[in-house]
């Protein structure tokens, strides 16, 4: 297993249009997680999904995001209408829950992150 | 609100000259406290977990220790490849335990 992969690793798009990213998680790990990232500033979660099911979106998360994982396996976050504000670094990572404290639960492992210029 | 504040924000060494990385972190109930690294354009990478007061875990140069309301990490005698923002994050115990909260980083630079 090669860890999380994200794709496209740079996507520069004009105001207005939609884009999609796509994470494919380390495969057993059955939780998944979106963060936003913008410079000097530390990632901000937006959505988690374990398994297929979508368990939390942040405030942060408007209407024009939208997060899908099917099956449980590789996971789409689309943003449509983009605006300058939505420049930043998106970051996947994925876990896998385990019961009880000290057990190494939920060690978050992170993509590289697909960075958005919105122009 | 939960929050995490990391100190200082930026903070530059020359090689082999050691000092410390402060997260602070005020939560209504920690299930883990994490370190991450994250150098230039790329996604964070996991150092260290630590979960109660009083813990301390090692690896190479770096040395993460834990108390009620904050967590240092100690660099000792750091090497330029040390240079990257550090990275700290809260989980919380109860219905939130799966996310991560995290700070806004330390930017490390580490002089030849």
């Known amino acids: 297993d090669t860890g999380v992969s994200q794709d496209p690793r740079h996507k520069i798009t004009k105001r207005g249009q939609n884009v999609t990213f796509r994470c494919d998680p380390i495969?057993?790990?059955?939780?998944l997680y979106w963060y936003r990232q913008t410079l000097g500033q530390g990632p901000e979660f937006l959505t988690y999904?374990?398994?297929?099911?979508?368990?939390?979106k942040s405030r942060l998360l408007s209407d024009r995001f939208s997060a899908e994982r099917p099956k449980g396996s590789f996971s789409t976050l689309e943003i449509q209408r983009t605006e300058q504000g939505d420049s930043a670094m998106y970051l996947c990572?994925?876990?896998?829950?385990?019961?009880?404290?000290?057990?190494?639960?939920?060690?978050?492992?992170f993509g590289a992150g697909s960075r958005l210029t919105v122009l | 609100e939960d929050q995490v504040t990391q100190s200082p924000e930026a903070l530059r060494l020359q090689e082999g000259e050691s000092s410390s990385l402060n997260c602070s972190y005020t939560?209504?109930?920690?299930?883990?406290l994490f370190w991450y690294r994250q150098d230039p354009g790329k996604g964070p990478e996991f150092l260290f977990t630590?979960?109660?007061a009083g813990e301390e875990k090692e690896k190479e140069r770096l040395k993460a220790t834990l108390t009620k309301k904050e967590s240092f990490l100690h660099i000792t005698a750091p090497k330029p490849e040390d240079s990257a923002t550090y990275l700290c994050?809260?989980?919380?115990?109860?219905?939130?335990?799966?996310?991560?909260?995290f700070g806004k980083g330390t930017l490390l630079t580490v002089n030849p």
């Open positions: 994050a809260v989980q919380l115990s109860g219905g939130s335990n799966y996310k991560l909260t």
């Open positions: 939560v209504s109930g920690l299930r883990g």
């Open positions: 990572a994925s876990s896998l829950a385990r019961a009880g404290v000290g057990s190494g639960a939920n060690v978050l492992t």
């Open positions: 495969s057993e790990h059955n939780r």
């Open positions: 630590l979960y109660s």
């Open positions: 999904f374990q398994n297929e099911a979508q368990l939390e």
